[in-house]
């Protein structure tokens, strides 16, 4: 089975942890995506797996072999860092057989792996063409075609869209996650952009300064963020952050301050981690909210700084004066400059986080 396992894998660079005591274990054809920040040992943790950087501490798992000591090509991974290098001058048959002339397969079985790859990329029709000639997403699965073709044990992809524009990037995204899907492989994907990682990945981890910080479904990242880093680097726009203070859970309700304002979050668990005037950081998605008509006990009041269209919705920036809020809002909504309004914000969709930055359930 084209399994990966990564046991207290860390790195060192000198005096810098870049990467710190992960754990992780990727079944066979699922996709996690490794999502961070820029220096965050995304890269290093894909250099580990793949042999071309050799861990300080702890184990790598292929297929539940320790693979530790083994060179790159013993392991047989395919490692793409971007999705385009096409030899210009051998046509897309060619070009696809070309990382199998290491293996000293007969011309017979070449073709036949190129026939297959192919037609799962639904290539069939340009095999006989230059690069030159074909549509840029046509480029584009010919790359994975070279990725692929080789049956590795597993695969791994560093940022392998990011040379893309916008338009082709989201047509890969889907293209790329149907043909892993039916490869049963274990599949790492780094990326620094969440829209790519919440797109394909089935579980997401997301690192920070060289540890993961959370790992889950794309769902459970965005939902259930388990700390502030995570809560604000997943979702966009940026979930608000507020600090605050508990005023205690009266009437089915948790009483947070914020400022000057007090507002309510109807719940009727009683929160044992939450003490009276304990620190508290509130987290608001700019779409969990709705505007009241008038202000009530479960509304924060902010005025408007600045209206920012975004097409079928608005991006609006308040202000209470101490604190930003930001909200968003259809397109019909009409709202002025320097007008008050009274937000209210989703309870179920309200997150709450300790002072340690934890995630208060
Ligand atoms: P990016 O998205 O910018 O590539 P990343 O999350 O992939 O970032 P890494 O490339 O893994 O991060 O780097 C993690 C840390 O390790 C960084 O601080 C980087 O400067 C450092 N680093 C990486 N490779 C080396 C090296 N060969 N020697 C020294 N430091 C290194």
Excluded: W
Excluded at 237 to 251: C, E, I, K, V
């Amino acid at each position: 089975m084209s399994t990966i396992k990564l046991q207290n894998l860390t790195k060192r660079f000198g005096d810098l942890v870049a990467v710190n005591n992960v754990d992780l274990n990727i079944d066979a054809g699922e996709v996690l995506c490794l999502l961070g920040p820029s220096g965050c040992g995304k890269t290093t943790t894909l250099r580990m797996v793949a042999g071309l950087e050799m861990a300080t501490e702890g184990d790598v798992f292929l297929a539940d072999k320790r693979v530790n000591d083994l060179t790159p090509s013993q392991r047989n991974v395919a490692m793409a860092f971007q999705f385009y290098a096409l030899y210009p001058s051998l046509n897309v048959a060619e070009n696809l057989a070309y990382p199998l002339h290491a293996d000293r397969l007969s011309q017979a079985d070449i073709d036949g792996k190129v026939r297959e790859v192919a037609r799962v990329l639904d290539l069939t029709d340009v095999l006989n063409r230059l690069p030159g000639r074909l549509a840029e997403g046509e480029k584009q699965r010919v790359s994975v075609g070279r990725a692929i073709i080789r049956d590795p044990n597993c695969f791994l992809f560093d940022e392998p869209l990011s040379r893309l524009d916008v338009q082709l990037r989201e047509q890969m995204r889907g293209q790329i996650k149907e043909v892993l899907s039916g490869l049963n492989k274990a599949t790492v994907i780094v990326t620094h952009d969440q829209l790519e990682a919440l797109t394909m990945a089935d579980r997401i981890a997301v690192m920070r300064d060289g540890y993961i910080e959370q790992v889950g479904t794309p769902h459970e990242v965005f939902a259930t963020p388990s700390n502030l880093f995570v809560a604000g680097f997943i979702g966009t726009p940026q979930m608000n952050l507020m600090a605050g203070t508990f005023a205690g859970q009266r009437s089915g309700s948790l009483r947070l301050k914020t400022g000057e304002q007090e507002i309510a979050i109807p719940s009727s668990v009683p929160h044992a981690g939450l003490t009276e005037g304990g620190r508290v950081t509130i987290g608001i998605r700019p779409r969990s909210t709705e505007l009241a008509s008038e202000a009530g006990d479960d509304t924060l009041t902010a005025t408007v700084d600045l209206i920012e269209p975004m097409g079928a919705e608005t991006l609006l920036h308040l202000s209470d004066g101490d604190r930003d809020l930001r909200v968003v809002v259809d397109q019909d909504v009409m709202v002025r400059v320097g007008e008050q309004l009274h937000v209210r914000p989703r309870a179920s969709q309200t997150h709450l986080f300790d002072q340690n930055d934890a995630r208060i359930a």
